[in-house]
């Protein structure tokens, strides 16, 4: 019998109809690597043994992914025996064997640290208990991983409407054949892409709690938004040209607090600035990865934005974008723009 889908994931709920406990959000404008290495030590107290940097490396020459500086930075300052992990795609691409990948992976600039492609030599279940799923196939090589920092580029989706941390990992770590797979296309259907919506949230999320249960409170998770394209990285070179105003980096311990405020904050930007983003969501219903994640027991919806560039002060997400041009100029909007 199959199981009953959730509804809501076209509408942005708003702080007022939120409820529940608290997390900490760190927030900063600075987009740079100044900035990437001044957030992540508000996360980093959690990350020890081996561990594993979960990031999009993208398609040949994709404009938009995380700068490859601003990585190589804080891998050589702060995770200097960490390793980028990635997994083939489900698609026919530039990283869909892992031979392409490999070739892909230098013509980005992903050569100053190890990548491990955790799908490379099989896959492993990794157990959860969820309405789609019971368990989740993932990469081999992730199990030997003991910490894990998300390094997420946050941007809309062509199917998900927003790829935040949940996006990163459920389908990021899930692998290229069976897990993916999983996620992507109903049982018995010829087309790969037949599960979409409010279904395809809620799996995605499912995979992401399979992966962040095995690390448990070994988990990290920063949001950078920049270059925040409607598609997601996937696309590479033909990717919807950006409009969103860069905003800066979101960090948190709590993978559904740091989704839900790069949220907040594209709903706040002034006018008509985060239109764009905001109707990509709401028409792939996005936003049932948040009330999944809740309805998961992921994390919190509710959370203090603590501002990095102003001495920790807490803010609101109307104020952490106040100022932000309603256009987007490429790289212009960071903390050396802020008076005050």
Known sequence: MKAAVGSGGERYVPVQERSGEKSAVYFTRDLSEAGLLKIYD??????EGKIAVKLHTGEPMGPNIIPRSWVKELIAERLPDATIIE????????????EQHRETLKVNGWTFAP????????????????????????????????????????????MGGF?????????????GRIGKAMIHTAEGSDNMWSIAEEELMERITESTKATISHFGKHNAF???????????DCAGVDAAPVV?????????????????ACVDLVYALPGKAGAALQERIETRHGHRQLSYMQEMGMGNRLYELIDLDHDGKEILPAEAVA?????WVPDAYNVKKISG
């Open 222 to 232: 920063i949001n950078v938004m920049r270059n925040m394209s409607v598609d997601c």
């Open 244 to 260: 969103t105003p860069d905003i800066g980096i979101v960090a948190s311990l709590d993978i559904l607090a740091a989704d839900q």
């Open 163 to 175: 790829g935040g941390s949940n996006k990163n990992i459920g389908i990021g770590c899930a692998d």
């Open 87 to 98: 997994t083939n795609t489900y698609y026919e691409g530039g990283r869909y064997t892992t």
């Open 115 to 158: 990548v491990d492609i955790t799908d490379e030599e099989g896959t492993v279940m990794l157990p959860v208990d969820g309405k789609w799923f019971s368990e989740m196939s993932v990469g081999s090589h992730l199990p030997s991983y003991e910490s894990m920092l998300t390094l997420t580029h946050f941007k809309g989706h062509t």
């Open 323 to 327: 100022g932000v041009p309603e256009k």
């Open 42 to 47: 508000k996360v980093s107290s959690v990350l």
